[in-house]
Each structure stands twice: as C-alpha cells, then as structure tokens.
C-alpha cells in the first residue's frame, strides 16, 4: 500500500527553523509533483508549497522568503525547511504527492510556534 510518511513537525519559539521531510512509501514510481499545505484551528486548509514536474516551484505569499521546499526524486522525499517561523505559522501541516495520477495526503504533523 503506497503512502506518505511526514516527519519533523514539533515546538519552535519564534524566530526559529523546523524541517520538515515526506517519503513515499511502498511505490516503485516517483511522485511527479510534491508538496505541502496547512490548516490552522478555524481555517481552511492551504498551500504552503508545491514542487512539479521540472522543478517548477509555487509557494504560498504567506511564506514567500521563509520557507524552502526541495525534493530528492531518487528517494522519493519532500523537503520543507521552514526558516523565520511566526506564531501564525502554527498548524497541522500535510504532505501531498501525486503518484501516476493518484492524488495521495500523509497524515499530518503538528508544528506549533510559540514563546
């Protein structure tokens, strides 16, 4: 069964780095696009980054400046190094990858920024 397995969320002050990372799991195909998005208490959920075919690169305006998305196509791995972070930076962060067309979501990871 293919999956998404994120890692690296976790408490931060203000200020501060967090990476996070999400491998696919249990396919032999590469994702062609990768990508993360949040959702805060109340709010919708939305794009933080996505990477695509190419490495054609889109960032929320949000994060624009903050936050670095790479991917490792021969690990199948996504990259989210968050740099700068803010309170209202505070969310569940998902992983998204598509798989030979099938749209794939890991389970989340909580990144909390608070003094």
């Known amino acids: 069964q293919v999956q998404l397995v994120e890692s690296g969320g976790g408490l931060v002050q203000p200020g501060g780095s967090l990476r996070l990372s999400c491998e696919v799991r249990?396919?032999?195909?590469?994702?062609?696009?990768m990508g993360w998005y949040r959702q805060a208490p109340g709010k919708e959920r939305e794009l933080v980054a996505i990477?695509?075919?190419?490495?054609?690169?889109r960032y929320g305006d949000s994060v624009k400046g903050r936050f670095t998305i790479s991917k490792d196509n021969a690990r199948n791995v996504v990259y989210l190094q968050m740099n700068s972070l803010k309170l209202e930076d505070t969310a569940v962060y998902y992983c998204?990858?598509?798989?030979?067309?099938?749209?794939?979501w890991g389970q989340g990871t909580q990144v909390t920024v608070s003094s």
């Open positions: 249990g396919s032999i195909y590469s994702a062609n696009t």
């Open positions: 998204k990858a598509i798989v030979r067309g099938h749209e794939l």
């Open positions: 990477r695509g075919v190419g490495s054609n690169t």
